[in-house]
């Protein structure tokens, strides 16, 4: 579904993003996986390493609009062309109100926000000299319900379906599509240490009846990175078993 196409996935080095790595890969695509340190980039490039030449690793920092435009265009030197970007880097918190410093809440909106806005900058203006190309997000089921504390985290997701609803307004006529993609509880590093009683609660809760696969995500990731989805453009998909809270 994505043979010929090159994608950069932030936060691609472990979690959601390795499994929408692997997905791209296995369909055909170039993928170079963003991570914050070469340390972890390197663990995930070995992780990946059947994949060969098409896979690459960079980690510029997503906040600084100079070396995020250096490495995407060391990607597209390298690959031929920039046809998807996934935002999917992101930290969450479960601080109370009265415990949030400032600085915590400014990194969450540094990360899951500000991020999104330098990367999809940087992207869109490759991609609309090429002639097009995807966009996606990772929002959170916590952009339409909200949670009971962390309001930082929430806040940034619905700023992140914010982006996604007006850019893919403003960058149709570029033939830029974009979507975002909103997990429910999804089975990485968080969810893997947590007590099993405490998984099987929360799973009891999902009307599916378990906690989402990394790769029950990533498959949502193909499809609306491929042409199969040439028509949708400035949508919010929910991946949450039906999810409530
Ligand atoms: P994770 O912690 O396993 O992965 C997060 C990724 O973001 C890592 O690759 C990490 O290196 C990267 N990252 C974090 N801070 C960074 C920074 N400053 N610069 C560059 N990269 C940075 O978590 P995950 O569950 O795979 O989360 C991926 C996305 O999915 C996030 O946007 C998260 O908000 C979203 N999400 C997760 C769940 C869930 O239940 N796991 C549910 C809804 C949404």
């Known amino acids: 579904m994505l043979k010929n196409k090159t994608a950069i996935i932030t936060g691609g080095t472990r979690g959601i993003g390795l499994a929408i790595?692997?997905?791209y890969l296995e369909q055909g695509a170039c993928v170079a996986v963003a991570g914050s340190r070469?340390?972890?980039?390197d663990k995930a490039l070995l992780?990946?390493?059947e994949y060969g030449e098409r896979v690459t690793g960079i980690c510029p920092d997503l906040c600084n609009p100079e070396e995020v435009a250096a490495a995407f265009a060391s990607?597209?030197?390298?690959?031929?062309?920039?046809?998807?970007?996934?935002n999917n880097a992101g930290i969450s918190s479960a601080t109370k109100l009265y415990d949030y410093s400032l600085e915590e809440f400014t990194k969450l909106l540094d990360v899951n926000v500000k991020a999104v806005f330098v990367c999809s900058q940087a992207a869109a203006r490759i991609m609309r000299e090429q002639g097009g190309g995807v966009i996606l997000n990772t929002s959170s089921m916590v952009s339409e319900y909200g949670q009971p504390s962390g309001c930082g985290y929430p806040a940034t997701k619905f700023a992140v379906n914010g982006l996604t609803k007006s850019l893919a307004r403003e960058l149709a006529k570029d033939n830029i599509r974009m979507n975002a993609v909103a997990p429910?509880?999804?089975?990485?590093d968080m969810v893997a240490a947590l007590p099993a009683d405490t998984v099987a609660r929360i799973s009891a809760g999902i009307p599916l009846g378990?906690?989402?696969?990394?790769?029950d995500v990533a498959e949502a990731f193909v499809y609306l990175a491929s042409d199969k989805a040439s028509y949708v453009t400035g949508t919010v998909l929910k991946v949450d078993g039906a999810a409530m809270t």
Do not use: C
């Open 184 to 188: 429910g509880v999804t089975r990485t």
């Open 210 to 215: 378990r906690v989402g696969e990394p790769e």
């Open 75 to 86: 990607v597209k030197e390298k690959f031929g062309s920039l046809d998807i970007l996934v």
């Open 47 to 49: 992780s990946l390493k």
């Open 38 to 41: 070469q340390e972890t980039v």
């Open 21 to 23: 790595a692997k997905k």
